[in-house]
């Protein structure tokens, strides 16, 4: 694994939207990849110490989300979710929880877009949609 730690890049501003988000929420990983191989990722690049958890290696989130808002003792409406692809927005709208598409990944803003979901092009772009849009989370 220690292979793999050397071989995962972050994008440039990803620890500072990690480190402004934990101000406001809890913040926690939920992938579909290996939960071996994001923990690795995670310890190796320092995002361990922003984050509350990870729930890795599931293909349905929607458990998880559930999950992480009875943990956090928190409503679903407030539980954000910013993901990568379709199923990850979707999935946080079918539990109630809002959903941020992240153009960064595996999806297009057009869509994104054509299923009327949030998205943004950068993780700079998500801290200014949040500053806008908290009021109505």
């Known amino acids: 694994y220690l292979k793999q730690v050397h071989t995962v890049k972050l994008f440039q501003d990803t620890l ?3 480190s402004f988000l934990r101000a406001l929420y809890p ?5 579909g990849s290996d939960e ?3 923990r690795v990722a995670v310890e190796g690049t320092g995002m361990l110490q922003h984050i509350k958890g990870v729930i890795a290696g599931v293909e349905d ?7 992480i808002a009875r943990r956090e003792s928190v409503d679903l409406a407030s539980v954000v979710l910013i993901g990568d692809h379709l ?3 979707l999935a946080a709208q079918n539990v109630g929880a809002v959903g941020v598409g992240i153009t960064r990944g595996f999806c297009t803003g057009e869509q ?6 949030l998205h943004v092009p950068d993780l700079r772009s998500l801290r200014d949609l949040l500053h806008r ?5």
């Open 61 to 67: 989130k929607e458990p998880a989300l559930r999950a």
């Open 36 to 38: 071996k191989n994001v």
């Open 27 to 31: 913040v926690w990983i939920v992938s």
């Open 112 to 117: 994104f877009s054509a299923r009327g979901f």
């Open 16 to 18: 500072e939207i990690i």
């Open 133 to 137: 849009q908290r009021r109505t989370f």
């Open 87 to 89: 199923n990850d927005v």
